[in-house]
Every structure is written in C-alpha cells, then in structure tokens.
C-alpha cells in the first residue's frame, strides 16, 4: 500500500497494521507517524531483510513500559495536584470570618463584635462580620494576606483620671472561619477586658471590629450560665450588666442589639421598672411582701473521658470532654458528699469526698414609717 492509500484509512486501521507488522512504539504514534512507519515496514519486506524476532519483542515492550510509565506519572501528578488545590481551599475557607455566608441576617449593615461575662474566668465573644470587611482587609495586608491568621485579640482595659480608656494587650487567640463565637479563658477576677477581631500576620494586625468593655466578677461568683439562647433570656439582665450594658459609655450598644434581636423584646426599661421604681401617681396597690432566701452549691470535675462518675451513688452523664457539673440544694446544716469515678475498665476507682455547712440566719424585720422614707 503507498502512502496516500495509508492516509485514507482510519487511525484505528492503521494501529492494527502496525500492531501486524511489528512496528515498534505503535501505541504512542499519531497517524502521520503510523503511515511513515508503515511504509517503511513495507520497504524492508519488499527488500526481503525481516527483522529479528528479538529486536521486534524487545522494542514492543520498551514502547508498552514508556507508555505505562507515562501514564501512572500523569495520574500521580493529577491526585497530587487535586491534594494541593483542595488543600489551599480549605486554608482559605479558615481565613473567612464572613457571617453571611452561613445565612445569618444582619439587623445592620455593618460589623460588630459583643463580648458577655459568662463567670469570673470565662468570657463570650459573638461577632458578625460582611464580606466587605473581609475583602478590605484582603487589601489592606496586600502581600500580608497569604500568612495571616484569623485571632481574637484579648485586652486588659482599665481607665486613666482622664477617664480615657487604656488597651493592654494580653494575647491572641487564633480563631478560624466557619463559626461566629468564641469562649475566652481570663484570670484574676474581677478585671476589666475587650477584645478586637482581626488578622494577624507578624506583627502587623488588621482589626475588622472592636468589642464593648467588660468586667468580671469577684471569685465565688461563678454561678454557671448555660450555653443557650433560653438560659440567657432567663438571666439577661444579670448578663446584660455584668457585660458593661449599664454603665451609658456606649461601649454596649452592640451588645444591647444583640439581646434585643435574640430575645425579640427591648431591652433597658425593664431593669429599672422591675425592681419596683415606679412613678407618682402609679403606686401599686399594696400587697404581701413575700422574701424569700435559698442558696445551691455548683460542683464541677472532670475525669477521663468514657469513664463513669457517681454522685451519692448515683451516677451522671459526662460530656464528651470528661468534664461533669452538679448542682447542689444548700440545706441546712452539714453535708457530706462523695463522688467517685471509675476506669472504664473498672481496674482502678478514685473517691473524693466534699463536705459543706449551711447555716442561715433571718434578721428581725425592720419597718419603716411613710415619713421617714419621704425624709431619707
């Protein structure tokens, strides 16, 4: 056959010739490459000088392991480089600290940061954040971008005589996207504190927010709020003021949205008119004066996870954690205790023991004439 019957067969045809023929490298050969090799395998049969069995067998395989070779390397490369893409899609999606991509309604348009006291060692920080905030700062670092980090910085906030406000920067706490809040871990209580939101990248930090002040209470007080919106509505108010929202220095303002969103009634009035405060001309009419008095103890541990805790004998759920809480009615008089936590195994069992006293005393009742009231 001559070269032009050649080109008029299909690639596939061609291949089968080769493959007949013994053409060395067939498989990797396009169809001009196939009809030159054809051709030059029809001269030499033409010329009557046959190949070598050998040399056709040797050369077949070279060309089938070149091919093979290529081919796992190209399928590495591919797996290699969907690793590396999906990687740096995830490292993205942590830098992103923007809120309404989750489906969070914004009351506003713009960022804001809230931080609430939740004991004398831990504090809360919500924010919600728009992408444009996001791309500013994108800006902003410039080159800074690609090793930035996501933090929460924590400050120590106290006040001068000039009644200005002093930021001591405590640490940074590395947050990542995906989620719109944080606990923050504080000591020495009380303190003042505030935290910002930004990017951090050596020692160049962007702030996108800034939060209200805050101010722990004293140790002791640390009766423990629950971690849902149904608690805070029922010890609002005690939040609310604990979080810097009494204070008029318009530092709370955020936080003051944020409760009124969630809980969906405003929120100020009531705190006055609730401990009875009233106007002239509005007294209630008079009542019984009810005052009464109780007192709980808060126990909390924490033990090896899958382990199993019993408390007078019974036993609790833990958390995930390890760690477990109790709740304690104060009755009056002394009370002992013990709880005890078991291996999972059962090889090894630890008993602590507390012990507590209640003793309560009511003062005699003091009553107050109309006019010494008035007078005082």
């Known amino acids: 056959m001559t070269a032009a019957d050649l080109r008029g067969l299909t690639c596939k045809n061609l291949a089968k010739l080769a493959k007949r023929d013994g053409v060395a490298g067939w498989h990797a050969m396009r169809k001009e490459e196939l009809v030159k090799a054809l051709v030059k395998a029809s ?4 010329r009557g000088t046959p190949r070598s069995v050998k040399h056709k067998i040797g050369s077949s395989s070279v060309a089938k392991n070149a091919v093979r070779r290529q081919f796992v390397e190209n399928r590495r490369n591919n797996r290699v480089g969907k690793q590396v893409r999906e990687f740096q899609s995830t490292q993205k999606l ?4 923007d809120s309404s991509s989750r489906g969070r309604k914004k009351s506003g348009g713009g960022d804001r940061l809230v931080l609430m006291v939740r004991d004398p060692y831990w504090l809360h920080a919500s924010w919600e954040l728009s992408r ?66 930004g990017y951090l990248s050596g020692e ?33 108010d005690k939040i609310y003021a604990m979080s810097g929202g009494l204070e008029n220095n318009g530092h709370a303002e955020d936080l003051r949205e944020l409760f009124e969103e969630r809980l969906r009634r405003p929120l100020g009035s009531p705190l006055v008119t609730r401990y009875g405060i009233v106007t002239s001309g509005n007294a209630p009419k008079e009542q019984e004066f009810i005052f009464d008095v109780d007192s709980e103890l808060l126990i909390y541990g924490a033990t090896t996870p899958g382990s199993q805790v019993s408390f007078r004998g019974e036993p609790i759920d833990l958390r995930e954690d390890g760690t477990f ?26 008993t602590t023991v507390v012990a507590f006293e209640r ?16 007078s005082s």
Not at 156 to 175: H, L, N
């Open 43 to 46: 001269r030499r049969k033409s």
């Open 94 to 97: 942590l830098k992103i600290l």
């Open 132 to 197: 444009k905030s996001i791309d500013r700062a994108v800006v902003a670092l410039g080159q800074h971008w690609h090793d930035a980090q996501p933090v929460l910085r924590l400050f120590a906030a106290g006040r001068t005589a000039a009644s200005k406000t002093v930021e001591q920067v405590i640490r940074d706490i590395p947050i990542h996207g995906g989620v719109t809040n944080w606990y923050i871990d504080v000591s020495d209580p009380p303190a003042s504190f505030q935290v910002k939101i």
């Open 204 to 236: 160049l930090f962007h702030s996108l927010a800034s939060s209200n002040i805050v101010t722990t209470r004293p140790r002791g007080d640390n009766a423990e709020l629950d971690k849902n919106w149904q608690e805070i509505a029922r010890q609002c």
């Open 325 to 350: 809480t109790v709740r304690v009615s104060l009755k009056e008089g002394r009370q002992v205790i013990p709880i005890v936590a078991t291996r999972a195994d059962g090889v090894e069992q630890r």
């Open 359 to 374: 003793n309560t005393k009511v003062l005699e009742t003091l009553v107050r004439e109309p006019e010494d009231i008035a």
